[in-house]
């Protein structure tokens, strides 16, 4: 699949649940007399190969009272030719530090050389939507009392996914921006944020002037956090504008991971150090004493390094506590509770898509797969000998069709809980109507280890992007923190059934092949191998001659339930051609044979039990303790002529 296609088309779909969700009106462009000046300010160091995209979308705004200012921190590339390139077609103001001075004086810098009533920061890497400026004052003039304005960024990489919209700390002071990694089909975007992400802030005017600049001492990382404390502490709102889009590159042009993890650590330190209480404090640096003697020598030497950074900056902290004593506190509401250096806790890993790679199936042992994984995954695990990942509430992956499909294969593991089944739909990549579902399932929640299926289905050769999405997910804190849906091993669409003819025979490791839904795993005892059903389930035989009979060795669980209905479908076809009820009796293993008549063919057979039993608990003492809900076990199943 070739990836700015598929990137254009998740643009679209993008564009498709905005309009399905209908959250704002668009306000008409006006002319620049009814509307403020906005100045649109880049911050760029070493962007040569990212900022001309960038201005080239900032010069298509459809806003028409605003002006864009460059600010060169110090690049060594081609940055300032870059941009100079980009003056030659439309009005825009570059400016160049000498050197390589950081993010928040850039953006100071910037400041004062920009003229609107409302200042929007971009970084090179930001590519905004042609509307991104008319939302970001649309919001401004929706609330008098809002003085800085959060956008939503998307990662351009995978652009239905959020990168943040407005952010949060934990009482650590660890940030999170909101909404990151959940696909914009799914998020709940919140109303408001206590500080607005670096790319895509905008700022009030007449906040700025009663804020301040930005902490410069902050060289790179949590300038945002800091500021938007103290636009609440100044009495200030900071808004998100949902309907206000950045496509963010993420970190094209910046420095190495070990400077970040230690400019991220004693900046944090000092956002709290600046902004809590005293009883905070306290209970903060209790903490912070338990993180340094926890960590690993390399992680203790760097809390220890920004500690003393902050010792050095002590002065600076208590000039501006002396400044905001009588400034109200940051509400609590948008702060996280939460302590600790794993903050966020259980969001799912960020990934960026290789469509051009995409194939027909999904294995999770299998490196080469992730980059079929659009979002919703964590980190692959190894369990009972298998690979596997755990999805989120919501997750999806990317499937390539060289030829059509017949059978969806998966492999996967339920929650411990039953959380009401997974349930999965199929939509095509560059249809015209980018919602609509081709096919869907459910799977129900069974509880057992390993699920193993086989789904009929026909979907022609394309691209398609299959969903899977839970009402809610399942958590156990605090060993398991993660709100998980289910996890898969392996998901395959193929061609045909590969079966031999016949029937079933659980002895036979073949039989996974034919397995629809409903089974548990093989079990043996007295030397036959058979497998539970639950409630409902199905599975496919093959018969290369007709039969007028069909022979069954099952049994019924130990506790009295009722019936068992059996049908026999086509299956291409909803409408069963033989079907038939076994009453329910006592005893072990019965063998039954039923007379049909079935022409050659591949069928559906499905079993359904009229009600199921289980025994957690032990709760009927005579009988073993159970907690599957069981409908009937099979051991074999045959056709004959």
């Not at 002319?31 to 190969?49: F, K, Q, T, Y």
């Not at 993010?103 to 920009?114: F, I, M, S, V």
């Not at 290789?354 to 299998?366: H, L």
Request: net charge neutral; charged share 25%; glycine share 8%.
């Amino acid at each position: 699949m070739d990836a700015e296609r598929w990137r254009a088309e998740q643009i679209r779909l993008r564009e498709a649940i905005r309009a399905q969700r209908s959250s704002s009106e668009r306000h008409g462009s006006v002319g620049p007399a009814a509307r403020p000046l906005a100045s649109a300010i880049v911050v760029c160091w070493n962007s040569a190969d990212v900022l001309g995209r960038c201005l080239e979308r900032l010069l298509a705004q459809d806003y028409a009272n605003y002006e864009i200012v460059v600010v060169d921190d110090g690049s060594r590339d081609d940055t300032l030719q870059v941009a100079e390139r980009a003056a030659r077609r439309g009005e825009l103001r570059i400016v160049r530090s000498a050197r390589n001075r950081g993010c928040p004086h850039a953006r100071n810098l910037g400041l004062r050389h920009a003229k609107g009533e409302i200042l929007a920061f971009v970084d090179a890497d930001g590519y905004a939507a042609t509307d991104w400026l008319s939302r970001i004052v649309d919001a401004f003039e929706a609330d008098a009392t809002v003085g800085a304005v959060a956008s939503t960024v998307f990662f351009d990489a995978n652009p239905l996914v959020i990168n943040g919209a407005g952010g949060t700390v934990n009482r650590q002071g660890w940030a999170a921006d909101l909404s990151m990694n959940e696909p914009y089909e799914r998020a709940e975007i919140a109303a408001e944020a206590l500080y607005p992400m670096g790319c895509g802030m905008a700022v009030r005017g007449s906040a700025l002037e009663r804020v301040g600049p930005f902490d410069e001492r902050m060289r790179n990382y949590y300038d945002d956090v800091d500021y938007g404390a103290r636009l609440w502490r100044a009495g200030w709102r900071v808004r998100v504008a949902p309907d206000a889009w950045i496509d963010h590159g993420f970190g094209a042009g910046g420095g190495d991971a070990d400077e970040k993890r230690l400019l991220c650590e004693r900046h944090r330190m000092r956002v709290v150090l600046k902004h809590a209480c005293a009883r905070t404090l306290a209970r903060w640096a209790m903490h912070e004493a338990r993180a340094v003697r926890g960590a690993s020598w390399p992680g203790r030497a760097l809390k220890l390094r920004a500690m003393a950074w902050n010792a050095r900056h002590l002065p600076s902290v208590l000039a501006s506590r002396r400044r905001l004593r009588s400034a109200p506190r940051v509400p609590d509401r948008l702060i996280d509770p939460a302590w600790g250096d794993g903050f966020p806790a259980g969001v799912p890993a960020r990934l960026t898509p290789r469509p051009e790679r995409a194939g027909s199936a999904i294995d999770m042992a299998d490196a080469g797969s992730e980059g079929q994984l659009l979002y919703g995954w964590f980190p692959a695990e190894r369990s009972d000998g298998r690979s596997r990942r755990w999805a989120g509430v919501r997750a999806a992956a990317l499937i390539a069709l060289r030829a059509p499909a017949r059978r969806l294969r998966l492999d996967y593991a339920h929650v411990p809980a039953d959380i009401g089944g997974v349930e999965l739909s199929i939509r095509r990549v560059g249809a015209c109507e980018p919602l609509r579902v081709v096919w869907s399932t459910r799977l129900p929640w069974q509880y057992m280890a390993r699920s193993v299926e086989n789904r009929p289905l026909a979907l022609p050769a394309g691209d398609y992007e299959v969903v899977f999405a839970t009402h809610e997910g399942w958590s156990d804190p605090p060993h398991e923190t993660r709100a998980l849906g289910f996890a898969l091993a392996s998901m395959s669409f193929e061609e045909s059934y590969e079966i031999a003819s016949g029937g079933l025979d659980m002895a036979a490791p073949a039989v996974e092949e034919q397995l629809v839904s409903g089974w548990f795993e093989a079990e043996q005892s007295a030397g036959r191998s058979y497998r539970w059903a639950a409630a409902h389930a199905e599975a496919i035989v093959r018969l290369a001659e007709g039969a007028r009979s069909v022979c069954l060795s099952w049994r019924f669980p130990p506790g009295p339930t009722r019936g068992l209905n059996i049908s026999v479908r086509p299956l291409d076809s909803r409408a069963a051609e033989w079907s038939t009820r076994i009453a329910w009796r006592p005893g072990e293993w019965h063998e039954e044979t039923l007379a049909l008549a079935l022409p050659a063919g591949d069928y559906v057979v499905a079993f359904d039990a009229e009600a199921t039993w289980s025994n957690p608990g032990r709760r009927e003492p005579d009988l073993p303790p159970e907690n599957r809900s069981l409908g009937f076990a099979l051991s074999s199943l045959s056709f004959e002529g």
